[in-house]
């Protein structure tokens, strides 16, 4: 026997569903009796079809998503939604155009999750149910978190009062002294979904590190000078060009986009027409003037990968969501509740005599008919739904006597 969840939803439907499911065998049990002809029972048969159709069919709504990217990249992505009033936030879930589920995480109006975008169109639907009490779909992922830490497989983040303490990149620290001196002076506090990590401070300086990404999105409410102090292991910059570190004191300033410093490994900071310095004084330090927004991302290797991030930061995918799309079947919730009540319970509850069997989708109602007794059998075309708006067609088999 395949099992089920139970919720309010499904009792009260179940409770609805018993009250009609009577009223149909009463009618069943009265044309059954001497009289009886085909038309009488096929019209019945249909009557008690369509009255299990009715009590358990529901609606799943699915907006199409079109996201144009200019490159092929694997991408964390944040869409706002703002659902109705009766919309079930738990059912919340993104899936790809063949509907199969996207791990995701639902939280402030906003979907969030990591995918492979390729260039050009990518087609997905944002899949959801109304008035209904489904329980929330529990991702696993690798990002976790601490008052003071937030890791995921490819980097570890240490936090302090002063801003970002330590970044380990495959196993390399890439910092030194304090770090990353964000001009913060208070312990953050960390909103933790599985797909995203929000670090938030009371200055209104907000860091985001994302599930099996290895860049920090760091924007601010106001202008702000921070400063990055990196080992003195790195021995090359690039800022459009290639260029070894060497002398002491100031390297390069400038208003860009891109600034890599990198060995056999690195450490890029992106934005729009930033204003920034490399220097090589006690550390190597990269110091940004008047700034609201940038990112930091770790690479392997030297700026090449850094040079696609920079694009893909400066010219996001568009998202476009559509009217959304409906479709309607038997619940597979409902169905699995169903087959737990037992044939005697039913029995009790509609006291006409006729006895029956039901069979649905593998899930069954009734008794075995006997082979001694006039057996009526109907069959009828329905459609099996379930959350992610998978349609499975399939036949209501009936049998009375």
Known sequence: MRKGYFSLDMVIGFVIFLMVFT???FYIGMILRPGSN???????GAEFARLIEKDMSWTVYLVPVFMTSQNTTQKPIEIPFHPEDNTDINSIIMGYENQTEINSSFVNNTIIFNAKINKGQNNFYLIYTKDTNLEKRIYSTDLTSTATEVKNTVINTTLASTGITQINFNGTDFLQGIGINLTTDELPTIIAVPHRAEIKYASGITAKIYSNSSKIIITSNHTFSPTIYLKKTYSNYYNTTTNTITTSGLQFTGAIDLLDVYSTDGISIIGNNLDISLYNNTYIEIQL????????????GDYTDALLEKDTYLNPPTTLLLIPETKTGINLGQLSTLNQTSYQDLKTQFSKGTDFSVNIYNYSLGIEAPTTTNVFGMKYPVSIIDRFAKVDNTTINILLW
């Open 289 to 300: 003037t008047d700034v609201t927004e940038f990112e930091i991302y770790l690479h392997n």
């Open 23 to 25: 009223t149909a065998v």
């Open 38 to 44: 085909a038309d009488q029972i096929n019209n019945a």
